[in-house]
Antibody, heavy 119, light 107 residues
Framework: EVQLLESGGGLVQPGDSLRLSCAASGFTFSSYAMNWVRQAPGKGLEWVSTVSASGGSTYYAHSVKGRFTVSRDNSKNTLYLQMNSLRAEDTAVYFC????????????WGQGTLVTVSS | DIQMTQSPSSLSASVGDRVTITCQASQDISNSINWYQQKPGKAPKLLIYDASNLETGVPSRFSGSGTGTDFTFTISSLQPEDIATYYCQQYDNLSITFGQGTRLEIK
């Protein structure tokens, strides 16, 4: 059974840093691109970042480029999101999601971890 | 970046009704569109991938169609458990965007 379990969320102040983790199991993690998607309270879904299966290629939404860094450790089956210079508008539930093989859809999602940026 | 215009933003329908949601892309995305269902407090669930393919385990009352810039998501006979918010999502050259969402309610 595929499982994705996010952790690392919490309450931080503007300008702080935070690292999210997503522990994967039930599939060959190193074979799939992985993604971060966020959802501000009461709002829609926003793609944040994608990392290729090898970790060699990374992509970011304009809203986080230069502040967030996605990475993965295929030996630990874990996806990361390093978030620096956090802003109030980064407050959201952050989901990790697996890219469905050979398609453009996200077929498995974690339960999400809440990041709150507030003074 | 490619923008996705999803409509309507909310919809009220009766059990058994046919429900249609549309998404229009700001440029040609071929068939790179997916549809998700999200219930309150839960992660999104993939229903349709690559415009018209039904994800494994998803009931056949859900379907998708379209190519290029105009896409349609249909529930052929609305069931009470279909109450949720639905999102389209495009994936073009690693520019990924979601539609604004359609909140579906039962009359």
């Amino acid at each position: 059974e595929v499982q994705l379990l996010e952790s690392g969320g919490g309450l931080v102040q503007p300008g702080d840093s935070l690292r999210l983790s997503c522990a994967a199991s039930g599939f060959t993690f190193s074979s799939y691109a992985m993604n971060w998607v966020r959802q501000a309270p009461g709002k829609g879904l926003e793609w944040v970042s994608t990392v290729s299966a090898s970790g060699g290629s990374t992509y970011y939404a304009h809203s986080v480029k230069g502040r967030f860094t996605v990475s993965r450790d295929n030996s630990k089956n874990t996806l990361y999101l390093q978030m620096n210079s956090l802003r109030a508008e980064d407050t959201a539930v952050y989901f990790c999601a697996k890219l469905k093989a050979g398609t453009t859809g996200f077929d498995y999602w974690g339960q999400g971890t809440l990041v709150t940026v507030s003074s | 970046d490619i923008q996705m215009t999803q409509s309507p933003s909310s919809l009220s329908a009766s059990v058994g009704d046919r429900v249609t949601i549309t998404c229009q892309a700001s440029q040609d995305i071929s068939n790179s569109i997916n549809w998700y269902q999200q219930k309150p407090g839960k992660a999104p669930k993939l229903l349709i991938y690559d415009a018209s393919n039904l994800e494994t385990g998803v009931p056949s009352r859900f379907s998708g169609s379209g190519t290029g810039t105009d896409f349609t998501f249909t529930i052929s006979s609305l069931q009470p458990e279909d109450i949720a918010t639905y999102y389209c999502q495009q994936y073009d050259n690693l520019s990924i965007t979601f539609g604004q969402g359609t909140r579906l309610e039962i009359k």
